[in-house]
Each structure stands twice: as C-alpha cells, then as structure tokens.
C-alpha cells in the first residue's frame, strides 16, 4: 500500500519556478530578522553619544554604559525565544500559512516603532527602544520555525536541505544591507551637517539612528503580499486537517508541474519500499501529545539533539564579538578623533567586510554541500573547525594577539571562524529540526530547539561579554567588572565547540534524501512494523472516508486547472 499520492509527487516534483519564489519569500523574513539584529550595533553608537554625552574635559565622546548595552541586546534575545515558542505552537496549531503573515507584520510594525521612540528624553527613548526591540524579537522568533517548516513541506527531497538552506542564507544579506543602509545614511547626515567636529553631536544623529532601524521594515514589507498568498502547506492540509483533497487543489495551483498520475504503485513501492508507520492514520483518540511518554519515546532523542546542538552552537557564534574590538580598532581611528557619523560608518563597513569575505561563503557553501555531504557531517565538521580556530586563537592570545589585531593571520582565523559555523551548525540547526518530527509537531519542535539557541546566544553574547573581561582590574574596560579573561573564554568557547560535535555524533540523525515522512518514523519504524497491521495500520487512504472535506476543497476540485486532477486521484 502506498502513501499520500500528493506527498509522494511533491517529494519527487522537479524544481520550479515557485520553488524560488517560496525561497524569496520566506527568506525575506530571515533578511529582516539579520538587518534589525546587526544593525543594533552602530545605532547604539550612535545613541551613546546622544543621550550620553561625555562630561566636560573628558576628552573622549559619549558611550553608552555596558549594562544599558547588554539590556538592549538582552531584550531582543528573550523577544526571540517567546516568539520562537509561540509562533511554532500557532504554526501547528492553527497552521503555518494563516500565522505567517501575522509574524511578518509584527516585524514591520516593531521595526518602524523602534524609529519612532515616542519621546526625546534617555530614559523615555530607551524604555520604549527596549519594548519595541521585544517585539521585534518576537517576530524574529516566530519567523524561524515558520520559514523552515514551509519551505521544507513544499520541497522535494531531493534538493529540500539545498532549499532550506538558501532561505537562511538570505540572513548574510540582510547583515549586508544593514550595513549598507548605515553607510549611507551616515555619510548622508554627515555631509548634511556639514562634517561636525570629533566630540560635537548635532541634533540629527537623533533621526539618523531612527532612519536606519525603520529601514529594516521596507524588504519585509514588499513581500507582504505574496506571504498572505502563499497556500498551507500540502502536508499540514493532509496530516494534520486530514484533508487530502484540498491539499491536492492547493499545491496544485502553485507548482502547475506536479503529475500525480505520473507516479504509480510501482514507483511509490520503489520510492518506500516498506511503509513506516508515520504513514498510517490513527484516530485523533490514539494520537499521542507533545507532553506524552510516547512522544519522549518516540522523538524525545531527536529533540534534545537539535536544541542542545543549536544552543551549543550560539554560545561561540554570537560571542564573536569579544574579540571582534581587538580586529576594528587597528584599522580604523579612535572614536576620540571621529565624529558620530564616521564612527556609525566605520563600525558598518567593519560589519560590511565581514560578512562578504566570511559570512555569505559560508552560507553559499553549505547551499552546495548540504545534499551531497549531508546535514549530520556538514554540523560535525563545522563545530570541529570552529574549535580548531578557536584554539588557535586562544592559545597564544596572551602573549601574542594581544594588541596584535592587525596581523594577518589573526583576521584570517576570525574569519575562519564565521566561515565554518555558516558552513556547518549555523546552517544546519535550522534545517533538522524542520524535517525530524512529525508534521503536528513539525513547527513547535522546531520552535523549541530555536528558543534553546537563543537562550545559548543570550549566554555568548552578555554572558562571555562580562566573562571576558581581564582579571587585573587595571585592563577592565570601564563599566564592566573583573572576569576570567580572553583567553581563558576562548579555551571554553573552543571547549564548547566540541560538546557539540560530540552531541552531533550521538544525537543527531541523517536526513539527507529522505523524504519528511521517512525522517519522522525513522526511529519507530522497526517497532510498528512489528505490530502487525491491525490498530493502527489504517492508511492514509482511508482518511477521505474518515475525515469529512472542508468547503473549500469541494468548490476546489471543480475551479483547479492543474495538471493534477482531483476526481482521478488516488492513495
């Protein structure tokens, strides 16, 4: 007996023109999420020198403190997890395409409110900063479950992690526009105001920063449309509304190739030669929850391999900036000899460099690798190499990178660095947990293995940042507190690197070429497949006796004009 005739089509259609077009679409939200996380950091230069301007005769510019900092950056993080959370129970429960509009709204609503701070004064400013900033973290946390689920349920198995992939990498471009769009507002208000003086802040450096955080809305906005258009998902449709018909008209009217007649018995029987469990229909009283033994049992593995690995991940990814300052200070003037909007600039074109020689590589080489290495080798490889430049800068930092950030091979390792986490992890932890679990269950695991990544980003990016910190008081930069020291950080971000590796050895699936119901009933399969075919071994055949059709998928199956023909199709 074969399964759902429509899944097994969309896991063997050829690549279309929707294809590409879902891959814009959904990437565009990962383009918004990167531009307003990144462009934080300029904007808070800016920011420090408005509403804390240095004291008289001290000699240098204004600074925002580092506990304001970390607060800022904080609030966005644990926006994060709560959209994480929530917008990946909604995706599963109300459904992926219903919700994914909502979120991207949220995102242009809160960017735009970021610019528009309803007030002048530090304490108003930085109050309503920090609420809009939650905000947009949640978008930003709804976003990635949303974006991975929907694309890996409308692609083919064949080039599905390719696909994914080319949705996340969108994030490298949206840290390049973020830093164009500072570049050239800075240099805009710069020349505007008629190139003010080192430590003198005019008063448009406060709609400069407000200009570069509502920028972030404009992408998100042009694709607004086109996300409200998106049809559910065909695998949401038919596994978890149990509406095979409708799923059938729905994806036929967006990939106009997909021939189900093209497939037959014989092709689905060479496809799967046995039929797992995960294919059979059982009645919504058999079916276990998320917070059942049967679910711990069943995916309980899967799930704290994917979130342990993407919380292992961010911890060394987004402490990338403890050493960051050790690079940009070499190369560009002192903040005392530059004015507010060339050292807005410079902090933009530092961010710019980065991400074209280190970032955007990385991403556009797991694109190429991840179908033909697989996801679990890409991740294993990507964490090893991360701990080896780690080391590599740990090792001799006392004695030798310490106030030698303009040697060569010391941008070459942080770059390195970027490079194999964007190959590897990074990439990686987005795609798995979007093909492991079962399709009810599809969006909010994936949503709880983001939500542990953010926790882990929260660490490396406040935690490690106040950790770092030399232990001789005399080297503490001012407003922080004494730590472990550099090196000592590196050697545990290195450290770290390698826990994931082994979480990734032991934990962590293959799923390349495999279609999403192979991945989900890889672990149980063996077990069902004893248990005989009475209970549970109703296949997904009978579910159009089952289930009754919802309206519109009658009035559908006469207005299709898809090569896919209702009436004639079969299970």
Known sequence: MAPIRVLTALDHARTQYYHFKAIIIAGMGLFTDSYDLFCITPVMKIIGRVYYPSSAGDGGPGVMPPAVVSAIVSIALLGAVVGNLLFGVLGDRVGRGRVYGACLLLLVCSSLASGFSICRTRGCVLSSLCLFRFLLGVGVGGDYPLSATIMSEFANKRTRGAFIAAVFSMQGFGILASSGVTMVVAAAFDRFTGHPAALDTPEAADIAWRIILMAGAVPAGLTFYWRMAMPETARF?????HDVLKA??????????????????????AAIPRTPASFRYAPPSSQYGLFSLAFLRQHGRNLFGCASAWFLLDIPYYSSTLFQSQIYR?????????NVFREAYDVARFQAIIAVASTIPGYFAAVLLIDRVGRRRLQMAGFFLMAAFLFAL???YDHYWRGNGKNAWYIVLYGLTFFSANLGPNTTTFILPAELFPARFRSTCHGISAAAGKVGALVGSVGFLWASQERDKGEVQAGYERGIGMMNSLVILGAISLL??????FFTPETMGRSLEE????????QDLQDGDGGMMMMRGQELNLTPKSPASLVSSHVSTSPIHPHRFSV
């Open 248 to 269: 059938t008209n729905d994806i036929g009217r967006v990939l106009t190739d997909l021939d189900l007649n093209g497939i037959d018995e014989d092709e689905d029987a």
């Open 500 to 505: 994931g590796l082994a979480v990734t050895y």
């Open 330 to 338: 070499p190369w560009f003037p002192p903040a005392s000899h530059q």
């Open 519 to 526: 991945n989900e009933s890889s672990e149980r399969g063996d």
């Open 237 to 241: 449709t038919a596994l978890v509304q």
């Open 394 to 396: 740990a090792g001799p």
